[in-house]
């Protein structure tokens, strides 16, 4: 699963964008000429899916949240702990990051309460599959997993029912919701994300985005099936505006295009991009060539949006530090697009990646320098595991 390495890891928070919004539900308009719809709610079972990782030990969860474990664990099974730092390993040889992975299976279903991932777990058949088989998530291999995994999420969902988790996320909660999302409604109206992301993709989307407002997920910031994406509750307006700007582009093309076949062809055949793949902190996620390239041509794309409606940090600066500088390929891909004018004239991304493999674009002798002018590194030294964290 690589999109889903995806859908995550946002440890940079490089995005978002999100208008009017309401608690629970409702529909508000951006603006009465603008494409986007927003709504923001929460989800006490996906930030209890968020809240494996800080189960799982790992520092880069559990540095977030000492206090929320130190009054969790004392009333959570031994054995269950086991099992959610047994399930996270599994997840790993499976090139999956496992809370973002179980928040986009379970957002195929019912998705509102723990009481909801039980059943739709048990009936994960019937409640699960059908929307997830036609996602474009599908992943054969990660059903099988997820299907094997059955009887240990069982037993970590039944922990977590048994220390009363839904009491347990009130208590650190409060009326934070509520008063997140007045905060958002005033600064989100009138930012239409829709419209831009149409105008870079070259094709329609459904106006209505689902922001789900977490306590437990960060550093993500996490794409789910359908456009709806999980922030968290502290990230800042601009945060959420850029999350929202990324997220709702996934996939950014048909991986299947002839188009899209042909540009990661050429991008197979870049050195520096194989060894990125193959070295990078594989926590970061984008563990296969084509995660990677569907991630950073999501992140050009977002970095081009959040340029025009103010909400961007500096392109050199942000994939410099990102994910270890991993990201050479969204700085060289931006590059290019900003060469040739796509920010202010818009198109089909997907032509747009087919024409520049055609023409030699994405070649290193053409990609590598766009990179390097906006990374403001030399060509011949983008990235090395040594700048890693």
Known sequence: MNRRDC???????????????????????????????????????????????PLSGDPFY??????????????????????VQQL???????????????????????????????????????????????????????WAWFIEARPALTRVLDALAAADFPAFRRHFL??????RATALRQRLTGVDIIAEQE?????????????????????????????????????????????????????????EHPAIRDALEVLRRDPLLTRIVAEHDPSFGYTTLDGLFDEDTAEALDQLIGERIGVARSAGERWRGADGGMHVLAAGLYGLLK????????????????????DGRLAPDSLHPAAASVLGLPSDRLWSPATQP
């Open 7 to 53: 859908l995550f890891a946002l440890c940079q928070l490089p995005l978002v964008a999100a208008v009017g919004c309401t608690t629970r539900g409702s529909l508000v308009p951006a603006a009465s000429a603008s494409r986007t719809r927003w709504n923001v709610t929460d989800s006490e079972a996906l930030d209890a899916l968020c809240f494996l990782g």
């Open 339 to 358: 060469a040739d004018g796509f920010d202010r004239t818009g198109g089909t991304i997907q032509d747009w990646l087919g024409r520049a493999a055609r």
């Open 62 to 83: 559990t540095d977030n949240y000492p206090e929320e474990l130190a009054r969790f664990l004392p009333g959570f099974s031994a054995e269950a702990l086991g099992t």
């Open 88 to 142: 996270k390993a599994s997840a790993k040889e499976q090139s999956c990051l496992l809370g973002p992975f179980l928040c986009m299976v379970f957002s195929a279903g019912p998705s509102e309460t723990l009481a909801d991932l039980r059943g739709s777990l048990a009936q994960a058949e019937q409640r699960l599959l059908p929307r997830y088989r036609t996602s474009p998530y599908w992943d054969d291999k990660e």
């Open 199 to 255: 105008r870079l993709l070259g094709r329609r989307l459904q106006p209505d985005i689902t922001i789900h407002l977490m306590h437990f997920s960060k550093p993500h910031g996490i794409k789910i099936i359908g456009q709806r994406f999980i922030s968290h509750l502290d990230y800042s307006d601009e945060t959420v505006i850029r999350i929202a700007a990324h997220e709702i582009l996934h996939p950014p093309f048909d991986v």
């Open 174 to 179: 409060g009326d934070r919701v509520e008063r």
